[in-house]
Nanobody, 119 residues
């Protein structure tokens, strides 16, 4: 069973920075597209950033230029560096891994880590 564990969330003032980590329990994540999603109270879960097996990245428009996603396959870990945080970034951030095997899509989620940005 694949498990994803996020860490690094917390309370930060506007303009500050945080670095989230997501550690995968299995090396299968090295073959997965990994991503960060977030969900604020009353809102749907939304994509923040994704990184492919080949390290191609995509970002939501709201975080472009402020957030950076990366992965270290040797450590089975993905990161999200968040700079210039603002109160609108307050949400629970979830790690996601998605891979395809024999035409079947497998998707895994972490338990989430809270990020709170005070004004």
């Amino acid at each position: 069973q694949v498990q994803l564990v996020e860490s690094g969330g917390g309370l930060v003032q506007a303009g500050g920075s945080l670095r989230l980590s997501c550690t995968c329990s299995a090396t299968v994540c090295r073959r997965a597209t990994m991503g960060w999603y977030r969900q604020a109270p009353g809102n749907q879960r939304e994509l923040v950033a994704i990184i492919s097996i080949g390290d191609s990245t995509n970002y939501a428009d709201s975080v472009k230029g402020r957030f950076s996603i990366s992965r270290d396959n040797a450590k089975n870990t993905m990161y999200l560096q968040m700079n210039s945080l603002n109160p609108e970034d307050t949400a629970v951030y979830y790690c996601n891994a998605k891979l395809t095997y024999l035409a079947t899509i497998f998707q895994y989620w972490g338990q989430g880590t809270q990020v709170t940005v005070s004004s």
